[in-house]
């Protein structure tokens, strides 16, 4: 089983590429982004070590299982809370990043509520799922989309026309100026193990998640997407041209060729992979964000069956379809922006707790 | 928790969502494809003339598919002359099978970023589409058809795509790269002419534009050939030697790096060739012995021919090869401090260029 | 062997040995002055003649020295000095019977084979290995699977529904050695609650009524007529359920990728069977998505296509008067009709209709410029790469996907594929066959039911 939480490890990783990630580090290319990049990609190892190790020493429970019954519950239920409204922060934003992309790209007449309807319910249903089926279900996704990236990566790299002196731009401005907003994105790439929270309960074994070298393999794995994330772009629009895209990854393959491929545009493969990420994305940050809620909301009984899932998958629903009507691109890259600054000190806070209780639990 | 009421819940949700729809929905035989655009500066000031390639669907497989319309249509931007041209044809537009641009050469004297804007911000143009660059009006280049095309404007794809013919003669410019270039500062671009000679299209000459300044330099067909060689690092060219030898090297390997020294009091560009190739035709007889000889009157050549291009373009202040970009990326400071430096340092830059040529032999006889 | 009490344990052994097996039967006679015990499987062996020429005439009259005279003469019987328990019980389970007595012990060779009313599978066909099928009586299958499966780990269970109504003998068939307890457990607990009312008589019939809780789409327990496979599955450590009078067996639980195995897979090397295997995914994915697929990138997305495919297809749907997925629906509906009568009819018609149905209908259609000319290829290609599915319970389902697929994507467009395709997808894995996962990238990890097994 232990592989499986690798997986959610990469499917993050790969949501980064899909939502407002690289817009957000691209607008920071002047001033020092790939020292943010380091600094973020380092606290994201951090974090991933310390909560990893907290989640080891409960073998098979769930956080919200772990904080409930360490902490005194005006403590426990404020912060649960919080965490679930987080994870349903990261789907939501995935969610609405895909409907603009989908009504801009794949079909322009498409009315966004449809658009919504048609995602929100396929992410309610997979966030229903048990937990288990939904890491095999994750699995297979991965298993069909990972040789789809990696071409799209290679064809990337391999581009003759790719402008590496545009890339090398990036290097000189990297002075110690830092922004959080960056930080925070780059953070964000590596945050997957925090689904821990609820598919811990299925990694009972011995055994840790982590050892150093796997450690490292992880960090460079993210920290290779997220520099991609940015070089891309960067290298195939320029430095000073890439700005003024809305979508730089779109756009960026929608520049590269297969000449002899079935199809020749490479936008339309990193379409499809684009889909099909940012649902398993938002299917398992909502699961997670749904398991929470369900752990602490009072349950609310109507023809004596417990409806308070069916509840919070209405507002998450209502959420979205709602916003993905009134409010518009920029307000909502506004949004991620303050998510993601948001997702900092959050996160420190929740590793902390956790690292918190597991050594006093071993004390 | 029962699955399956969700299950059935989330599908009449959909089929609810069906009936939202309908829109979007358009037949491919209800669509006209553009296959190619030509942009003309237009009979009034400031406007534009476009000219829009649009295919014919042929039902019979037994006759030759070529059939094809041009529309022409001015109006003062692009946007507008689609619109105006849409409401003359009976089907939708489709611009998603586009892949030849085609500009006319005086529209080089307005701002080309804006007429490249309409095309960069439309969802459905691909950002693969080969530009070219048109002497005379671009409805000449649109409306031919040479014979044995089966598919309109698909003579001029192959032209450009690899898939196609190969010549060192040919330069490929996609938008992106076009566009890249036009709005990276310390980078040129570059665009190629197309021609109709003979009832043919033809190209083999070179345009470098610079967006800021206004200065603009063609190349010789000659010229073209060796800056694709350099720039592309293009492997199946030929180089001719002229002078007391005469024989045609086919190059097979070709390899470039630079390095950009401004420490020094006087700034200078070491550029590197390596090459590697073998003499395709000759006029003296030449001898398998003397090969390191051919090699050093190759080098000797080739060092000069490169020279004198980087220094036409240095006169004519372009830089299409991206020096400036180079001087960006290795060094310190804000976008524009960098760029002023540059274009005082431009000017006087001492190009060392330095080819190592390597003939593996003399073809399949002596 | 001299000694009783040797044969005292023998006989304890062979009965613990083959507890659970309901066609175990062991019987006593005294015959003179010895008690003998004889030992053997009722559906494999021929006692007809052990009886009327062996044991009825001597039961009353013969001294022990003169019965055992009397067998020593029979052909296929032969003394054995030291039985030992391996040894007897490899003997009942070719279909020999053990003799047992005080002084001592012997083998009667009267293997039962009932191959007379066998007749060649139909549904799942194979080039080479076994051609045969079940038959449609229960002891005959039970014989074949025992000659499949010399082991006794294999146990043979009767199990009768409680309230069932029409009292159908059903028998459970697993290897103890390698079946998870507590898939016994659900199983006997699914049986337990086969409705009082609901009348079944066959195989298909109980797979449904134990699948019918769920109304699913696909199915997730196996019907197979070949007892190679079942006997497989039974090393695998599956149970399988055998119904009177059905020439179908279950097998408990299956998976997604059993449906796309056949057992000819076996039969042939390694790369071949590897290859077939791909191309039986391929056909799914062909037979569920391109009608779809055709819909959305001619209607939605038509830039995908390159230039002289878009040009052609345009041309070719120049005079069809309906939208592609009117097209597409039509067409469909017509292969369906096709198929299914072709299952229908008399194999001496059967090909006039195909024949009728699929060249000249499909002729006449596009020059009366009903349907497209690609229209044509699609059908014919979903049609066919359909059938290379080896289980047709699997192919019957996904017949249905494809229109879940095609109404989605003339919704919607290609995303409406893409988000169908994949929640196809979470369905699948969401559903589970007897509580096991019915569908997972790998199943390499020992799955519950084969935690128990020894195999290696």
Known sequence: MRRYFYYLILVNLFTNLVVYVPKILISHRYNGVLFSILIGTLLGLFLMYLFTSSMEKFPGRTQADIVSSHLPKWISSPYLFLVAILFFGTGYLIL?????????????????????????????AGAAVKSDRLLYFLEIILFFNLPLLLLVLVLAYINPFLSWDSIRTLIPQARFQISWESIGASCYTLLGFFYLATFNKFFSGKGSYLNWYRMILIGLLGLSIVLTSIVIPVGVAGIDGINSYVYPWISTTDSLQMEYGIIERVLFIFLFFHICISLIG???????SLDIFKAILPKIKFRQKNVTSYLVSFVFFVGVTTT???LNIHQQLQIAKVYYISLIPASILSVALMYWIARRKRA | MKINTLFTSILMLILLSLTLTGCGFK?????????????????????????????????EKTKEVRDFTVITEEAKTIAEAVRIIKSRVDKEIDFGQLKTIILSEELLERDLQSVLDWFIRRRDIQQISYVALSKTDTINILQLSPKGEKIPSNNILLTFSTTGTKSSYVTTVQLYQLRRALVEKGTDPILPIIEIVQEKFRVNKLKIINGEKENMLDLTPEETKLFNSIFNEYKMGTIVIEGKLYFIVALDKMKTSYKLVTNTEKP??????IMKGFIEESETELKSESLPKYEKVTSKNMEKRVQNLFEKLQEAGVDPFGFGLRYRATHRGSKEEKMEKWNAIY?????????????TGTGIIE | MRNSNVKVKLNQRLQESFKHNSDFIQKSYQIGSTNIDIFYLSTITDTKMFYSDIIEPSVSQDSSKVFKNKLSATEGFSFKEQPTIEASVQDILRGHMVILSDQWAGVFDCTLYKTLPL??????????????????????????????????????????????????????????????????????????????????????????????????????????????????????????????GSPFALIIPSTFMDFFSSMSDFYQPYWVSRFLKILRYLGLAISTTLPAAYVGFTSYNPELFKVELALS??????????????????????????????????KTIGPTATTVGGLILGQAATEAGLVSNIMIIIVASVAISNFVIPINQMSFAMRLEKYYLLLLTAVTGLIGLIVGLMSIILYLTHLSSMGNPYFKLTFSETPNYLKKGTYK
């Open chain 2, 268 to 273: 200078y560009i070491k550029y590197d060739i």
């Open chain 2, 347 to 359: 000017p006087d830059i001492e190009f060392r260029v330095n080819v190592k040529a390597e003939i």
């Open chain 3, 313 to 346: 297809i345009a041309g070719s749907r120049a005079p069809v008067p309906y939208p592609s997925f009117v097209e597409v629906f039509l067409m469909l509906i017509m292969m369906e009709m096709l198929t299914e009568a072709s299952i229908r009819l008399p």
């Open chain 3, 119 to 244: 007749t060649e599978t139909k549904v799942e066909k194979t080039i080479v290995g076994p051609q045969t099928g079940f038959s449609e009586d229960i002891d005959i299958n039970i014989n074949l699977i025992r000659h499949r499966y010399h082991n006794n780990g294999l146990k043979i269970k009767d199990v009768s529904p409680k309230d069932q109504t029409t009292k159908m003998r059903l028998k459970i068939l697993y290897d103890d050695n390698k079946v998870a307890p507590d898939l016994l457990d659900k199983l006997y607990e699914e049986m337990q609650s086969i409705q009082k009312d609901k009348f079944f008589q066959t195989a298909e019939e109980l797979n449904q009524r134990i699948i019918e809780k769920n109304k699913n789409i696909f199915p997730t327990i196996m019907i197979s007529e070949r007892p190679d496979r079942i006997a497989y599955n039974i090393y695998k450590g599956k149970v399988v359920v055998l119904v009177e």
């Open chain 1, 282 to 288: 938002a299917t398992v940050s909502w699961h997670v």
């Open chain 2, 27 to 59: 037949d491919i035989d209800k669509r006209n494809f553009v296959l190619a655009v030509g942009i003309d500066p237009g009979e009034k000031e400031e406007y534009v003339k476009v000219n829009l390639k649009l295919a014919i669907p042929n039902a």
């Open chain 1, 96 to 124: 609405n990043a895909f409907i603009e992309v989908s009504k801009r790209f794949i079909n322009p007449d498409m009315p966004n509520l449809v658009a919504a309807i048609l995602f929100t319910s396929f992410v309610i």
């Open chain 1, 324 to 326: 993905s009507i009134t």
